[in-house]
Structure formats: structure tokens, C-alpha cells
């Protein structure tokens, strides 16, 4: 664990964007994040709501008819889908091939070693029929101009800081796209059905308490670095002008407070910056307004844990979903108190079982996935060189974003967090990110 440090600095307009960043992945904007919301709930109510409701008319005809026509209006032909073992991606490739030849679809998973969700998305992809490209992040030469060029033009379509990360695997996506692909993004699919929300407080209200919640369930690379210096104030006071709009969604029966804050902040603010691949060939099918009428405009017992989503992924497509647990017809949920007295019961005996703690040479998947340093030269390089370049802004008093490197390089991973956070940092300033004023 790395010792807390305090920022400062002369130019505290940008020490305070890079503690937002550090905190939470991104920079606060009350304006950015209420017209991004404010453009979901329009959309969601210009949507009319369908009688059929099976699994097959959501995935068979609803969202086939959403890729058909994004493919229409777009005029590509060929759909490339970023593949992970998640059920987003998994259910746009069954829904891909009911609008579309199999020739016509391909998919894609970044892996430079081998992981389960490369598994289950090489597993998926075989069974589907479809061709899976395989992109290795540890076999490409990556300079840190590149990386800084796709930040600046991924922030003027989507106004969102991405992490340095994140926008390597949209430079790996271009490599297996033309000018006929259109990608097709999971983006929002696990939002939209309930996946994020708080466990067993589906429904809490209060707005310090939804506040609580989402703060301790949304953390950037950064924030065990900060912990003790970060003033949460201006994040707050984010969150609590985007909960003076809860009157307008109280007419969705399936939303609740708390997806106000994670569809404007964690959504609007953050991952829509970070799907991987040139947004102008990008379709995302789960922000379809006919999609959103649907889960906003069900019973809310629709969304909490996933249950329906999950249901009817495997009724509809039962290949491709074949790991997936679960059969028969539908059931709404257990009570809140039954999923509370749960929640309880897991937690006493994760108490009890004391796992050990992770080992200093250990490898997170995400390591794995979108590359590492220690494996590949040039990676290490722009790491270098961003780290160097983070440093002598002078942010941190005591912490060095080299001297963390040199001993993740040194095989202690402890560090790579940190480490990311501070290269993703210094990449958005070059590139004029932050401050985003």
C-alpha cells in the first residue's frame, strides 16, 4: 500500500482536476453530466412502450432492429463487436446475427495473456460461428504521441478524459476496422439493467446516503494515493445537482435515485469516454431510445440484479449463454430484507475466512488485457516518459510516479494502480484534457 500524500502545487486549478481524477477516473461537470442525462431521459420518453415483452421480442426483434437500422443510416456493412466473457458484448453478437451474415460479423478481445474472459469470449465466438481476432497489447510499438493525438480526439466527440489504457485499446480496435465496420459497443448495457446497482439498496433514497453509496462503489486508480487529502466537496456538490432532478425520472417505474447519479457521473463522465473504438464508426445499440423505454418504462423488480436481463440473454440465446446458470420461466426477485439478510451473511463469512492478502508478483487481469509494461519495451517507455513528465508538475510533494514505476518494474504490481492513474493524468494534460474547462 502507498503512503497518502498531500498535492499542491501553484496551479491549483490543476491540482484539483488531477485529485478528481485520482478520486474517481474523471473531472467533475455538472453541465456535461445533466445534458448527457437530461438526453437519456428524453429519449426514453420519446420511446412507446410495446406489449410484447419475451425474450425473443427483445433480443430477436427489438435490438436486431436497432443494429439494422444503425447499420442503415450509417451505410457500413461489416460489424466488428469487442468480445469479453460479460453478457453485453455476448448479447449484441447473438442479436448481430439475427440482422446480419456471419461472414459479415467478427469480434474482438484484447488479451496479451490468457485470462478467462478470453475463454468464455473464444468459447462464445466458436460457438457463434464467427471469426475472433485476437489483439496482443504487448506486441505493439507504442509511442506516447500517439497515444496523446487519440486523447485529444476522443475528448472533442465524447468531451470525456479516457485513461491512457483505455485509449490503446481504441488505437488496437482501428487496426481491425475500415471505413465499411461499424463497431458495435456494449456501452451502457449493464447500466441500463441493473448492474450497477447497490446491492440489497436498489431503491435507498436520502441524498447523503446515495451519495455514500456511490462514492464508495465508483474509485479511480489513484485513490488509496489521495485518500487522506482528497476534499470530496466539489464531487458532492456534483452529485447533489444532479439529484435535484430526481422528480423528473420518478415517472420510470424501473429507475431509482441512485441511477441518477450513476448514468450522469460513472456513465455520462467517465465509461462513455473509455469504450474502446472511433466513436464516429461506433453504434451503441443499449442507448437506443426503444431500449431505454423498455427497462425504464418495466417494473423496477426487472432490473434488480440483473434478473431479467439474464433471463432472457439465455432463453433467447441459449448457445450462445450456455454457462450461463438459469432456466425456465422468470422470477421476480427475493424481498430487499431477504437480499439484505444475504448481503449480511456473505459478509460474516468473508470476515471469518481472512483471505490472504494479494501477493506483491501477482497480475491483475486487467494487466493482462490491456498490456504490460514489464513485457513489452515500448510500453515501458511511454510509462517512462509520461511519469517523468507527471512529476515535474510537481502535484506531489513526496510521491514519485518514476520511483513507483522503477519498483512496479521491479515486479511489486502494488504500484500499478497509481502508476496508471498518474500516466492517464499526465496523457489528458498533454493532450489539453485537464483542466476541461
Not at 67 to 89: A, H, N, Q, Y
Not at 300 to 324: C, G, M, N, W
Request: aromatic share 10%; glycine share 8%.
Amino acid at each position: 500500500m502507498m503512503p497518502e500524500e498531500k498535492l499542491h502545487g501553484a496551479d491549483q486549478e490543476l491540482v484539483q482536476d488531477v485529485a478528481d481524477y485520482f478520486r474517481l477516473a474523471l473531472v467533475p461537470d455538472l453541465d456535461a453530466a445533466e445534458n448527457w442525462l437530461q438526453g437519456l431521459r428524453e429519449a426514453a420518453e420519446s420511446a412507446k412502450r410495446k406489449r410484447q415483452e419475451s425474450p425473443e421480442y427483445l433480443f430477436k426483434a427489438l435490438l436486431p432492429g436497432i443494429i439494422d437500422t444503425g447499420m442503415k443510416e450509417t451505410g457500413r456493412r461489416s460489424i466488428l463487436i469487442p468480445l469479453t466473457g460479460g453478457l453485453d458484448s455476448r448479447g449484441l453478437l447473438g442479436a448481430a446475427l439475427q440482422t446480419a451474415s456471419r461472414p459479415n460479423v467478427s469480434a474482438l478481445t484484447f488479451a496479451g495473456q490468457s485470462t478467462t474472459d478470453l475463454e468464455v469470449a473464444s468459447a462464445t465466438a466458436q460457438r457463434a460461428g464467427v471469426r475472433h481476432h485476437i489483439a496482443d497489447p504487448n506486441g505493439i510499438d507504442w509511442r506516447l504521441e500517439d497515444v496523446v493525438q487519440e486523447a485529444a480526439h476522443n475528448f472533442s466527440l465524447s468531451n470525456v478524459c479516457c485513461t491512457e489504457s483505455g485509449l490503446r485499446a481504441s488505437l488496437l480496435v482501428d487496426r481491425y476496422t475500415t471505413s465499411d465496420t461499424a463497431i458495435l459497443s456494449g456501452f451502457f448495457g449493464d447500466a441500463i439493467t441493473g448492474g450497477h446497482l447497490p446491492f440489497a439498496n436498489e431503491k435507498a433514497s436520502g441524498t447523503e446516503r446515495l451519495i455514500g453509496l456511490f462514492l464508495q462503489a465508483n474509485q479511480g486508480h489513484g485513490v488509496e494515493l489521495i485518500r487522506s487529502s482528497y476534499d470530496e466537496q466539489r464531487i458532492r456538490d456534483l452529485c447533489r445537482g444532479l439529484l435535484r432532478t430526481q422528480p423528473a425520472w420518478k415517472s420510470f417505474p424501473g429507475a431509482s435515485p441512485y441511477d441518477i447519479l450513476d448514468f450522469g457521473i460513472r456513465q455520462g463522465l467517465r465509461i462513455r469516454g473509455n469504450v474502446p473504438g472511433d466513436k464516429r464508426a461506433m453504434l451503441t445499440p443499449y442507448t437506443d431510445p426503444a431500449w431505454l423505454g423498455f427497462w425504464l418504462r418495466s417494473p423496477f423488480a426487472y432490473r434488480i440484479e440483473q434478473s431479467y436481463y439474464r433471463y432472457a440473454l439465455k432463453s433467447a440465446f441459449p448457445t450462445i449463454f450456455e454457462d450461463v446458470p438459469g432456466e425456465g420461466a422468470w422470477r421476480p426477485p427475493r424481498s430487499a430484507y431477504y437480499r439484505a439478510a444475504r448481503k449480511r451473511l456473505r459478509k460474516a463469512l468473508r470476515k471469518y475466512a481472512r483471505p490472504p492478502a494479494p501477493s506483491p508478483t501477482w497480475t491483475p487481469r486487467f494487466l493482462k488485457e490491456r498490456g504490460d509494461p514489464r513485457l513489452n519495451a515500448s510500453l515501458e517507455r511511454l510509462y517512462q516518459k509520461a511519469a517523468e513528465g507527471f512529476d515535474k508538475r510537481g502535484v506531489f510533494q513526496d510521491w514519485s510516479a518514476s520511483a513507483a514505476l522503477e519498483r512496479f518494474l521491479q515486479g511489486d504490481v502494488r504500484h500499478y494502480n497509481s502508476v496508471h492513474a498518474a500516466v492517464s493524468a499526465e496523457v489528458n494534460i498533454l493532450a489539453g484534457n485537464i483542466p476541461a474547462r
